[in-house]
């Protein structure tokens, strides 16, 4: 298949992940795909919710939203509360930042992250996953470096891609071109040690085997270990 950016069909687009674009937070990230853009920011507040307290742990959650004009025609804001779409999207953030975080050494503390995507040309779930992640980790190291922590609490990278087939051909990380007219769709978070969080994946028209399932999951992986290098690499980690 011949990819209108020209990409390989194992491709991600070109990612960028900028540290501090949110100078205020104790961590962010201004991650990039293309022409998809989301901002992350980890906010530590002292305490946790009422089901953790007195238990000696943290908690880790995060928040969505996409601008109004992240798209070509403008989107209403939820001034009424997070919608459907935005509310799956939050819990997939906040499941995947915990999956690699130790609470116990985290203490009764909150860490809130703000995915904010100001461009949208598809993957923004998963590159918030990616950002969100950078931002969550700069928040646990400045806590270390204050000594209100005794260790960094995030004990594994995580991040996610998105693969589909496309015109016949299985693809790596899908602009919106390639999304809206896949006949497969899925997103893959995974851990830097090879752990799936997340595989959520849809037939929008012919199902799909378990071979070629395991064929999207191969193409996920190496994108996957990709995106972590690059993670590694701004972390200096």
């Not at 990039?32 to 507040?45: I, M, Q, W």
């Not at 959520?200 to 270990?225: H, V």
Request: net charge neutral; proline share 3%; aromatic share 4%.
């Amino acid at each position: 298949m011949k990819r209108s950016d020209g990409r390989a069909e194992d491709e991600t687009r070109p990612i960028t992940i900028e540290t501090g674009a949110a100078p205020y937070a104790e961590g962010s990230a201004l991650v990039s795909a293309g022409n998809t853009r989301v901002l992350c920011a980890a906010s530590v507040e002292e305490g946790v919710p009422p089901f953790l307290k007195g238990k000696g742990k943290g908690w880790v959650t995060a928040e969505y939203a996409m601008l109004p004009r992240a798209t070509h025609t403008r989107g209403a804001r939820e001034r009424r509360g997070a919608g459907g779409r935005t509310m799956e999207i939050q819990r997939l953030l906040g499941r995947s930042m915990r999956a690699v975080v130790d609470m116990a050494n985290l203490g009764e503390r909150t860490v809130i992250i703000d995915c904010d995507v100001l461009q949208a040309d598809g993957g923004t779930r998963t590159m918030a996953v990616t950002g969100a992640f950078v931002a969550m980790r700069q928040a646990m190291a400045g806590m270390v470096e204050q000594g209100k922590i005794a260790r960094n609490p995030v004990i594994d990278f995580v991040a996610a891609v998105s693969v589909g087939m496309v015109d016949g051909a299985w693809v790596l990380d899908l602009p919106y071109e390639e999304d809206s007219r896949a006949d497969v769709d899925m997103n893959v978070v995974m851990t830097g040690g090879g752990k799936f969080i997340e595989v959520q994946g849809t037939a929008e028209k012919t199902p799909f085997s378990k071979d070629e399932m395991d064929r999207m999951l191969d193409l996920a992986t190496g994108g996957i270990k990709s995106i972590i290098a690059l993670q590694r690499s701004v972390l200096g980690v």
